[in-house]
């Protein structure tokens, strides 16, 4: 089966229109229609079911969609990647990150750039409450997320740095007039909960939905940013365990931030989707490995 003829097969069995396929690959009609029949003559089977008013797969099209997308895209990948070295890898590569985390990916960004000068970056921000939007809807190439990270069509670099959680409370509240506080403190009081469809595995990394000793941590206010979550702090009704490094970027009078003893440390890794690696992806995490230490 010829390489283009994979592609006429792939792109039909995504588009499921045989004019749609021939203008996206900017081929007649008649074209798609002959390589189609060509390969169930090869094949000795349907791939398509062919209606006046639809195409869709056969059982045996599905099970050849899913062995060929997988050495297509990798072949495809070794070409873009050829033609990028050899082209000085131009193009653009959109990193995501946290409101507060952008400065943490400077030595990596500086060194890309050192390195691949015709490239351009493009920052984009992740919103804590919903961490793999930004990648699923190809806004962002990679990005900057605290661990743990399960899903099967994303990948995960080395954790590039690590970051301690500290407690914010309102001034009012009455744990702030504390030193320090224990994560078993967080069972006394409702805490901020995420409005967006972040994974429960991945908010408990953040905030635990109960404390050491087993005691469940209610949830009070959702909120979907930083500031809501400021916001609603302050107020007094809820507390929540926020990373360190928003107290430095974020200096406010209406907020006390308190160590937590025994807190979580939150490990930060790069990001990206299985499917959507490309040369200057690569060249991006080639960077992160030279700049984290001991790698």
Not at 97 to 120: K, N
Not at 181 to 190: N, Q, R
Not at 247 to 260: A, E, K, N, Y
Request: charged share 25%.
């Amino acid at each position: 089966m010829e390489l283009r003829d994979i592609e006429i097969f792939l792109t039909l069995a995504e588009e499921l229109h045989f004019g749609r396929t021939a203008e996206r690959l900017h081929v007649s009609q008649a074209r798609v229609s002959q390589s189609i029949k060509q390969q169930e003559r090869r094949i000795g089977g349907a791939l398509f079911e062919r209606t006046s008013r639809s195409v869709r797969l056969t059982p045996l099209g599905e099970g050849l969609r899913e062995r060929l997308t997988a050495g297509y895209t990798e072949i495809m990948a070794g070409v873009d990647e050829a033609t990028s070295i050899a082209s000085g890898q131009a193009g653009t590569l959109s990193v995501a990150a946290f409101d507060t985390h952008h400065q943490e990916l400077t030595a990596v960004l500086d060194l890309f750039r050192q390195r691949h000068p015709q490239a351009t970056l493009r920052m984009r921000e992740a919103l804590p409450v919903d961490p793999f939007g930004v990648l699923r809807d190809r806004r962002a190439d990679v990005a900057l997320l605290w661990l743990p990270v399960r899903e099967p069509d994303l990948a995960v670099g080395p954790v590039l740095f690590t970051e301690p959680l500290v407690l914010a409370v309102a001034p009012g509240h009455p744990l702030a007039g504390r030193e320090k506080v224990e994560m078993e403190d967080l069972g006394d009081h409702p805490v901020v909960c995420p409005d967006g469809p972040i994974p429960d595995y991945v908010w408990a990394a953040h905030t635990p939905p109960v404390t050491p000793a087993g005691r469940p941590i209610r949830r009070g206010t959702p909120v979907s940013t930083l500031n809501e979550a400021f916001s609603a702090i302050s107020a007094g009704g809820v507390i929540s365990p926020i990373g360190r490094q928003a107290t430095v970027s974020r200096v406010r009078p209406d907020m006390v931030f308190l160590p937590i003893a025994d807190a979580p440390v939150l490990e930060y890794a790069p990001v990206w989707r299985r499917a959507g690696e490309t040369p200057l992806l690569r060249a991006f995490l080639r960077a992160v490995d030279d700049v984290v230490p001991g790698r």
